[in-house]
């Protein structure tokens, strides 16, 4: 086997696409793999008609492009805990559990019994891999406005050393030129949504559940079907008026009640993770970090002010709104990121 080959994570979008050719450029033998995902139900990543574009596309480069079967996987890692987590009252990041679970451990696993050898693994996340002496470590994406090291943190190291990310010292504006260049027919192709979850009642397996919508001193206000319809910090489509506008503070699911409030009320002054993963030592007590709790809220500071048992709470230099337990806190320390965890609750003032 070449040590110069690698596994492509391939979409069919213009991210992979370029991913594909600067690695054959740069002497990668390279195998594009797709994650076929959609369960009998349609639940799932992708779009009708992908699987036939991307065959197109790899067969328009000249590369070795084949379809793997991921459902199973996906439905374990992606669709369950999708289901259990927001019928708890937490809101999942479904593309935060497939990347380890599914698109950087299943999907080479299948290549790999298929025949196809490689040496490395790549996809076009707008991320970096850089090192801590001989450890890898996860880095943020030159473009911020899409980087994507949010959704990769819980990437084991051992997998990390083999992740090639050649977009992330690139910006989507110079990568879409390089597609229009080569004369890739999807050089202007809409970037895709990660994540379809379809009917969401229908993967939930609820129907109707009607509940009260209270104030935080627990005057009623109205009421829903369901509190797995809501997520902390929305604010349309609540269905109660109000003197000022309102806000979902927290989601009590043994009583199926949507507790609102207003701007202030909804604000967090820090949370609580679990499940973390680290690349080196969690980050000690009073330490001051970087941090961000969504994937498109800007990183902010932040300091750490206890850690036991797999769990780690950090106090916001500033509240935060929409904190929402079940995503994650991801904390960096400059470009680097340290690791992260799932928000368990979040801390309010005086808490």
Same mark, same amino acid.
């Given at each position: 086997m070449t040590k110069k080959s690698v596994l492509v994570g391939f979409s069919g979008g213009v991210d992979s696409a370029v991913t594909a050719l600067l690695l054959r450029e740069r002497g990668y033998v390279v195998h594009c793999a797709m994650m076929s995902v959609k369960d009998e139900s349609g639940h799932g990543c992708g779009a009708a008609g992908d699987v036939d574009a *991307?065959?197109?596309l790899a067969a328009s480069l000249d590369l070795p492009f084949r379809v793997f079967d991921c459902s199973a996987d996906y439905r374990k890692a992606v669709l369950d805990n999708f289901r259990d987590e927001y019928l708890a009252g937490r809101t999942p990041n479904p593309c935060v559990q497939c990347n /380890?679970? +599914?698109?950087? $451990?299943? !999907? /080479? *696993? !299948? *290549?790999?019994?298929a025949g196809w050898e490689f040496a490395r693994i790549? $996809?076009?996340?707008? *991320?970096r891999i850089g090192r801590d002496g001989d450890r890898p470590v996860l880095m943020r994406g030159v473009d911020r406005t899409k980087d994507q090291s949010y959704f990769l943190y819980r990437i084991p190291s051992d997998v990390l050393a083999m992740v090639e990310f050649p977009l992330g010292e690139m910006d989507k504006k110079a990568v879409r030129e390089i597609a229009r260049e080569r004369g890739l027919e999807?050089?202007?192709? /809409?970037?895709?949504q990660d994540f379809s979850g379809g009917d969401y009642a229908e993967l939930l397996c609820q129907g109707e559940a009607k509940g009260d919508i209270v104030l935080t001193d627990g005057r009623v206000l109205g009421h829903h079907q369901g509190f797995w319809n809501f997520t902390p910090g929305q604010r349309k489509g609540l269905g109660v008026a109000y003197t000022e506008p309102l806000y979902v503070v927290r989601l009590e699911p +043994?009583?199926?009640? +949507?507790?609102?409030? $207003?701007?202030?009320e909804a604000l967090a002054h820090g949370c609580v993770i679990r499940e973390t993963v680290w690349s080196g030592n969690p980050p000690e007590v009073g330490r001051e970090v970087m941090g961000r709790v969504r994937s498109a809220q800007a990183i902010r500071p932040m300091t750490v002010v206890s850690s036991s048992d797999g769990n780690l709470e950090v106090h916001f230099a500033d509240p935060i709104h929409g904190v929402a337990p079940g995503q994650s806190l991801v904390l960096y320390d400059g470009e680097i990121v340290l690791g992260g965890g799932i928000i368990e609750t979040s801390v309010r003032e005086g808490e």
């Open positions: *991307a065959a197109r /380890p679970g +599914v698109k950087f $451990t299943a !999907l /080479p *696993a !299948l *290549a790999r019994e790549a $996809t076009g996340h707008y *991320a999807n050089f202007d192709k /809409p970037d895709s +043994v009583a199926n009640r +949507v507790v609102v409030g $207003t701007w202030a």
